[in-house]
């Protein structure tokens, strides 16, 4: 294994993106699975060797992928369809009028929303038609100082803008704006508190409502201290509101961590609590009508020796002929501690709640690796690192914890893995309780006349139950 490798999967399909270099252009390998792994077509299209992939979005007829070209002052863009069934491109070259970083984008058709970072550092939301090559900027976010969080799709016709800002007494707080796709304001709710700051915030619809869980911190940190939720109506009216700070879930599991902690905790006085730890909100779905929710800490190291794989980009870069970019000598991958899960009546009281720690994982993507199953009273959490599984069952209900389970993704029997690798690594929810786990193995390969070490990129289906 010599290059790039990506993945991508929609309900019935995954496809495997990889690059191979043709004199000056590059050819970009495109194959589709089924859910049995079996191989459903493979074809290949040839672009400039300055273009790097950005983007990669799936439904359920096309896999669309956002190439940005090198070396073009942040202007030049390539935009492709790809139809899986009938094993056919579409491609739209776009030349942005002015420079911009583009974060994320999100597809409507023939629209394109880009959430961007213009060369001042200001943020710019934009909408981009691929038949007009029209690009037309939201010009609220260019002359204010607010930090765009991320932008959301909200239905087929809406999307949402998260804004970062400072409130009274300089607290953080989130304004969430709704836009149609030809820039109409629709409306905006703002999620702020008197005495925190608020960190993190994600959404969901259910029954023509919406239900915001965010994180809620001290001023000046992102280091979270509870959580609440907000109920609001069709009209982004607040119907209802949930706070938890004395972090009730979080109590028995600090007795033991630490007495300084636990005096602040037996004080209750939340708002002056440091944990010490960055949690992002991850799972957030509602099912036979609860709410669950769940809750990942992660924590960067910057002491690191300087040799560990973490300091490195793992792709390979085309137009410097060039593999592993050095980002940080003392980054040594984020290390993960805790995991919290949730589960709330839809008026937002917890009913079940479990928090466990994490033990030996760290990773090189800033993302939640825990998974969640629910089966019948047991709640199942398991991640995959290293090529290995890592699964612990608990009954939610007595709070009964079982011992640790460990897995090897299984190998062909010719095979022996020598190393699995971090960085890529990935593993993500694909039908049922099905999941795909990706990344780079060194294996031994055994046959009649030698063993051949090889590094290679692989993929394991797996089903949890």
Do not use: C
């Amino acid at each position: 294994m010599n290059r790039n490798f990506w993945v991508k999967e929609n309900a019935e399909h995954f496809l495997v993106l990889s690059d191979i270099e043709n004199g000056r252009n590059l050819k970009w390998i495109f194959k589709t699975f089924d859910r049995e792994l079996n191989p459903l077509n493979d074809t290949v299209l040839v672009l400039d060797r300055s273009y790097t992939v950005r983007n990669i979005n799936s439904d359920d007829k096309y896999f669309n992928f956002f190439f940005k070209k090198n070396y073009s002052n942040e202007k030049d863009y390539l935009y492709v369809k790809y139809d899986y069934i009938l094993n056919t491109f579409s491609s739209y070259e776009i030349g942005l009028p002015l420079s911009l970083t583009i974060k994320k984008i999100l597809l409507y058709k023939e629209n394109l929303i880009l959430l961007s970072n213009l060369k001042n550092g200001r943020n710019l939301v934009s909408i981009y038609n691929v038949n007009t090559r029209q690009l037309n900027n939201i010009y609220d976010y260019l002359y204010s100082d607010n930090d765009i969080i991320d932008i959301i799709k909200s239905d087929s016709f809406s999307f949402d803008v998260l804004l970062s800002k400072n409130g009274e007494n300089n607290l953080k707080i989130i304004e969430r704006k709704k836009y149609s796709i030809n820039r109409d304001f629709i409306g905006s709710y703002s999620i702020e508190s008197n005495k925190n700051s608020i960190i993190e915030s994600k959404k969901i619809r259910h029954n023509k409502k919406e239900y915001n869980v965010s994180l809620l911190g001290i001023k000046n940190s992102k280091q979270a201290l509870g959580f609440r939720i907000d109920l609001l109506g069709e009209k982004l009216e607040l119907l209802n509101e949930k706070k938890f700070l004395e972090i009730n879930v979080l109590k028995d599991f600090f007795i033991s961590e630490s007495k300084i902690l636990n005096k602040k905790i037996d004080k209750k006085d939340p708002n002056n609590l440091k944990l010490g730890y960055e949690f992002y909100i991850d799972t957030l779905f509602i099912s036979n009508n609860q709410i669950h929710i769940s809750f990942e800490s992660l924590k960067p190291n910057y002491s690191n020796d300087g040799f560990s794989n973490y300091s490195y980009m793992p792709y390979y870069n085309s137009f410097t002929g060039r593999y592993d970019k050095k980002i940080n000598p003392k980054f040594g991958g984020y290390s993960h501690d805790i995991s919290i899960y949730l589960v709330l009546d839809m008026l937002g009281n917890i009913k079940l709640s479990s928090i466990e720690r994490i033990n030996n994982l760290k990773t090189f993507d800033n993302k939640p690796y825990v998974n969640y199953l629910i089966n019948g009273d047991n709640l199942i959490s398991f991640f995959v690192n290293k090529g290995i599984i890592t699964l612990f069952k608990k009954d939610i209900i007595k709070n009964i914890k079982s011992q640790v389970e460990v897995f090897k993704l299984k190998v062909d029997e010719n095979e022996t893995v020598i190393k699995s690798e971090t960085n890529p690594e990935g593993t993500f929810h694909w039908y049922s309780n099905n999941y795909l786990s990706y990344g780079i193995q060194n294996i031994k390969i055994k046959n009649p006349t030698q063993n051949i070490i090889k590094r290679v990129f692989f993929i394991s289906n797996f089903e949890i139950n």
